[in-house]
Nanobody, 124 residues
Framework: DVQLQASGGGLVQAGGSLRLSCAAS????????IAWFRQAPGKGRLGVAC????????YYADSVKGRFTISTDNTKNTVFLQMDSLKPEDTAVYYCAASDLLVVTTTPSSYNYWGQGTLVTVSS
């Protein structure tokens, strides 16, 4: 079974940084894509960033472009989301998800496997 474990959330002041980790087990890193999504209170799930594992191609939502960076450590089967210059509007539960497809998209239906969320709270 594929399992994804997200961690690294917490409370940070505006302008600060956090690094989220998504540890994957039972998933072949070379064969798909991994994405980060977030869901703020009362709002829908939004795709934040994704990376296609075969070539490292990435995609970022406009709202995080230039501030967030998605990367992988294939030796540890882990994907990271480095979040810098955080804003209060970045406050949300962040989820990682994995796809069996070689996609570069944050369309939720493209992702087969989902981890539990990790809460990020940015104070003003």
């Amino acid at each position: 079974d594929v399992q994804l474990q997200a961690s690294g959330g917490g409370l940070v002041q505006a302008g600060g940084s956090l690094r989220l980790s998504c540890a994957a087990s039972g998933y072949t890193f070379d064969d798909g894509a991994i994405a980060w999504f977030r869901q703020a209170p009362g709002k829908g799930r939004l795709g934040v960033a994704c990376i296609r594992m075969s070539d490292g191609r990435t995609y970022y939502a406009d709202s995080v472009k230039g501030r967030f960076t998605i990367s992988t450590d294939n030796t540890k089967n882990t994907v990271f989301l480095q979040m810098d210059s955080l804003k209060p509007e970045d406050t949300a539960v962040y989820y990682c998800a994995a796809s069996d497809l070689l996609v570069v998209t944050t369309t939720p239906s493209s992702y087969n496997y989902w981890g539990q969320g990790t809460l990020v709270t940015v104070s003003s």
